[in-house]
């Protein structure tokens, strides 16, 4: 039986998505297929190429992140994200789609086309970029010729592409969708709110196709930005799905008796 895990974007809360894997790893629940969006892909690429739920954790709170951004002198973004690429190539060498141990889907958005385009196959390092670029921002990612932002503005839960190769599918959702605690005071909230209800929307459509659906109701305590709580967000995601133990049972159970 084929499971497909698929993990949401969600900034710095998509960190919850390790805690996520490890707890169902250790539970016994593995995918065969990974599709994910901005840094649902992230965390399923480093899944994918043979990497721990707790090793990503550590390179994430090694690197200084900012010292690979640069200002984008242009009117397409306020940061570029092109020396992020040799960050990826220092942990993903083989750059291919290929060479991952976990057949991986990556969803960006063709700022021109106005539609999801779903990656799985040749270079893996600039789609990958693509998936994650938030727009207004960063700088769109050129590819092929194409530019391409974050795959959240469409579609920030990729089901669709494993609807045909999976049996049993599998959800990470690190946006809780609800009223929110956190103060809303600035042009940044305001806009980081709005961009949140607007996935959210989209992403509640395909909740119902799910036989495990993950979204920690903590999370909405964290916003996009918190990589310094990387730690908290990885156990909030850990503890919330060891609670779901009944759940995954089952499902293990459907896996062996087909």
Partial sequence: MNIGFILSGGGA?????????????????RPTRIAGTSAGAIAGAMTSAGYTPDEVLDILQTTNLMRFMRPAFNRMGFLKLDRLEALYRKYLPDDSFESLKIPMTIAATDLMG?????????????????????????????????????????????????EDCCDLFVGSHVNPFGITERPITSIKSVMERSLYLAINKSSQQQFAKYHLLIEPPELKNYTVLDVKKAREIFRVGYLYTRQLAPQVEQLLMQQALA
Avoid: W
């Avoid at 809360?13 to 016994?28: F, N, S, W």
């Avoid at 600039?126 to 207004?136: D, E, N, Q, T, V």
């Fill in 13 to 29: 809360r998509g960190i919850a998505h390790l805690g996520v894997l490890k707890a169902l790893d250790e539970m016994g629940l």
């Fill in 114 to 162: 106005g539609q999801t385009v779903y990656f799985n196959s040749g270079s893996l390092i600039r789609p990958l970029m693509a998936s994650c670029c938030l727009p207004g921002i960063f700088e769109p990612i050129l590819y092929q010729k194409r530019l391409y932002v974050d795959g959240g503005v469409l579609n920030n839960m990729p089901l669709d592409p494993l």
